[in-house]
């Protein structure tokens, strides 16, 4: 894509081929440039403090990237299903390496991001599971205030503070930092919609978890 959006908007909401797909809006969101700018102006912010989330061994044979939106139903679905299997019987048995990339249709998305990002990277799936989990319910109608409390509610159940969540929502520095990262990496991945994987450098679409662990098997026979 030549042009991504440095925002946390981006929602039409539209449903093609089991993925969201987005396109540019503007907006704004505590203190965050929500307008359409250049690769170029992305690469200016310093997006060195976002830590990529990962699970399993660094240098395991097998990385599996995520692009995922914790306002995207489909999103939901891959982990209440198939990343599941995928933790048990691929992540915890040491066999891929699995990273979490956060992309941001919405505000609300943003939002999440920052409360899962809260905990620091010991927390951050436990909180992304609770996000996936309760999505209707803490995106509820939409409201801002609503959905700010509804985090702070997950928050709490991860053992965080309101002080820390309300900290962490606000934080505009970081904010701005993870839309330059997600635009980045979302360009150079050429990421359109979610779920989208990259595995071992090639890009996958939505898949059910028998086509996925067909997927990984054949890398690890390599």
């Not at 299997?85 to 066999?95: Q, R, S």
């Not at 900290?167 to 990262?181: E, F, I, M, P």
């Not at 990496?185 to 989208?196: C, F, L, Q, R």
């Not at 996958?204 to 890398?219: I, W």
């Amino acid at each position: 894509m030549a042009r991504l959006l440095l925002s946390a908007v981006a929602a039409i909401l539209l449903v093609a081929g089991g993925a969201y797909v987005w396109n540019s809006q503007t907006t704004s969101a505590h203190g965050v440039s929500l307008n359409p700018v250049s690769a170029a102006q992305a690469q200016e912010v310093d997006t060195s403090g976002v830590i990529e989330m990962a699970m399993g061994p660094e240098d395991a044979a097998v990385t599996v990237i995520e692009y995922a939106s914790f306002t995207c139903p489909h999103c939901a679905n891959f982990h209440e299903s198939v990343f599941k299997e995928l933790k048990e019987n691929y992540i915890d048995t040491g066999k891929i390496r699995f990273v979490h990339r956060e992309v941001y249709f919405d505000r609300l998305g943003l939002w999440a991001g920052m409360t899962a990002r809260c905990g620091g990277p010991e927390r951050y799936f436990g909180i992304a599971d609770l996000l996936y989990e309760q999505q209707r319910e803490w995106i509820g109608s939409g409201n801002p205030a609503e959905v700010a409390d509804n985090l702070r509610r997950i928050g709490r159940l991860a053992g965080l503070g309101d002080d820390a969540i309300d900290a962490c929502l606000q934080d505009a520095d970081k904010a701005q930092a993870l839309v330059a990262s997600y635009q980045q990496n979302a360009e150079a991945d050429d990421i359109s919609g979610t779920p989208s994987f990259i595995i071992n450098g090639e890009k996958f679409s939505n898949m059910n978890y028998r086509d996925f662990a067909a997927t990984l098997d054949e890398l690890l026979a390599d």
